[in-house]
């Protein structure tokens, strides 16, 4: 018969584990690292996607790499003229393209990077690309958007006709062109008849659009937008569609510290990544917040869940963080706001019961 002191340790021990579950989104999720130390080529991760072989492949400020979970492949170009790599796309042949920051577009072609356009810039958002259902690649100037085939021929230079304004970005979507505007306008190319269309109007005067990231998620096509006013700055999500531009979720003002990368559909959640870790947008807690908060100390750039159900985060300073199970917590006083003086943590992280 067990000590009537162990049997309360034990009891005690169980119910900080139960409250743990009821309250797990005040925990975090178990997870594992990739960083240099494991041979991870860099620890400044732009982009991961997962192709349909299962090979994980990472845009990083050291190039792109092709991931097979023992080792890292290089694909470079012998005329790059800068080694960051981000934007990872595949086109309708599961061939992967990609951009880095000083205006080259690529496509893999065997084991080597392809130069399919380059423009002249400086600034990491620049050229943002979009690809069609024939492999054809889209991308723009100011003021014009450009079509390309899947060799690097030039096809065609469509003008919006406008006076005032830029590009800001661009995005297939069941044969139109859809063009974000940097005053929040949104044109609409018909690729079937060539006709450039305003669905949107400009969102007012002082109003400019910077950063945008435009996702796919089940039929409808979103776009998470930074837009800064004359004394704010903000994150908006919008649903784009034949009608035009509607906001989904305000996201709300942010300090100039704050920013936010990217936007990710897993099927079931919407979920954000920021300069503050990632969180689900289309869920909220009981306090209004967001329901499933992780790594809120890193500034996490991109995700993906891969075809296992395992999450991968990538990071800017501390490589790649992969969740194998969400519903998996790790309960640790830097985590947690259980604690007990019965318990303590030993130097594995294991939960003990004082003697």
């Known amino acids: ?55 994980i492949w990472i845009g990083c400020d050291a190039g792109l790499f092709r991931y097979d979970r023992f080792k890292f492949k290089q694909y470079v170009n012998s005329q790059q ?13 599961d061939r992967i393209w990609c951009k880095n920051f000083y205006g080259q577009v690529y496509r893999v072609s065997g084991d080597s990077l392809m130069i399919i356009y380059a423009k002249k810039t400086s600034l990491a958002s620049e050229p943002q690309f979009a690809l069609d259902d024939l492999c054809n690649v889209w991308v723009y100037n100011e003021r014009n958007i450009i079509q390309y085939n899947q060799d690097g021929d030039s096809l065609a230079l469509y003008p919006l006709g406008i006076s005032s304004g830029e ?42 659009t910077r950063n945008t990231s435009i996702i796919n998620a089940k039929d409808d096509l979103l776009a998470l937008i930074e837009i800064t006013f004359p004394a704010e700055k903000r994150y908006k999500v919008f649903k784009i569609d034949a009608t035009g531009l509607s906001e989904y979720i305000d996201l709300g003002r942010q300090d100039e510290a704050t ?3 990217s ?25 209004g917040g967001p329901m499933f908060k992780l790594f809120p100390d890193i500034k996490v750039s991109s995700m993906i869940k ?24 790790s309960i640790h006083p830097s985590n947690s706001i259980l604690t007990d003086k019965g318990c303590y943590l030993d130097s594995s992280d294991k939960m003990r019961i004082k003697n």
């Not at 494991?38 to 299962?54: A, R, T, W």
């Not at 003229?81 to 042949?93: E, P, R, Y």
Request: net charge negative; aromatic share 14%.
């Open 1 to 55: 018969m067990l000590h009537p002191n162990l049997i309360r340790k034990y009891f005690l021990l169980f119910s900080i584990l139960i409250t743990a579950i009821v309250g797990m989104y005040a925990q975090h999720s178990v997870f594992y690292q990739l960083n240099d130390e494991d041979d991870l080529p860099s620890n400044e991760i732009y982009k991961v996607v997962q192709d349909k072989f299962g090979f």
């Open 81 to 93: 003229n800068g080694n960051s790599i981000s934007f990872l796309k595949f086109d309708n042949q």
């Open 167 to 208: 590009i800001n970005n661009l995005q297939y979507h069941k044969n139109p062109i859809y063009i974000i505007l940097t005053d929040l306008r949104l044109f609409k190319f018909d690729m079937s008849l060539k006709n450039m269309q305003c669905i949107s109007q400009s969102a007012g005067a002082g109003i400019e």
């Open 259 to 261: 920013n936010i990368y």
């Open 263 to 287: 936007i990710y559909y897993d099927n079931d959640h919407l979920w954000c990544t920021s300069t503050q870790g990632v969180f689900m947008l289309n869920a909220k807690s009981q306090d």
């Open 306 to 329: 891969d075809r296992e159900g395992m999450y991968w985060f990538t990071s800017l300073q501390e490589g790649i963080m992969v969740v194998p199970n969400m519903e998996v917590i």
